[in-house]
């Protein structure tokens, strides 16, 4: 049963950084891209940062908000991705979740929500003062 669980959430102030965890189980990590995602109320969902399957040399991608901000990576040896955010800002507060799905060779850019296959459940990030 494929299975993915954020944690690292949680309230901070501008200016500070957090790092969210992804843990994955229940379906072939190396061949699924990881994305993560983020909703503020009233908005829709939408796409900050993916990393494309180990089998496709795992590219990263940022949205243009989080560009020289947040970092995707993932635990050597662990099916885990993070996502390390720095210099955060009230207008990155929502539920972030990260999704996984597959995707021609190298791409995952795309972030259409449809085309990922599972979710977790989200965690809530707050920034403010």
């Known amino acids: 049963q494929p299975r993915l669980v954020e944690s690292g959430g949680g309230l901070v102030q501008p200016g500070g950084s957090l790092r969210l965890s992804c843990d994955t189980s229940g379906f072939s990590f190396d061949y699924y891209a990881i994305g993560w995602f983020r909703q503020a109320p009233g908005k829709e969902r939408e796409g900050v940062s993916c990393?494309?399957?180990?089998?496709?040399?795992?590219?990263?991608d940022y949205a243009d908000s989080v560009k020289g901000r947040f970092t995707i990576s993932r635990d050597n040896g662990k099916n885990t991705v993070y996502l390390q955010m720095n210099s955060l800002k009230p207008e990155d507060t929502g539920i972030y979740y990260c999704?996984?799905?597959?995707?021609?060779?190298?791409?995952?850019?795309?972030?259409?929500?449809?085309?990922?296959?599972?979710w977790g459940q989200g965690t809530q990030v707050t920034v403010s003062s």
């Open positions: 999704a996984a799905g597959r995707f021609f060779g190298d791409y995952c850019s795309g972030y259409v929500p449809g085309e990922y296959d599972y």
């Open positions: 990393r494309s399957s180990a089998m496709s040399g795992a590219r990263t």
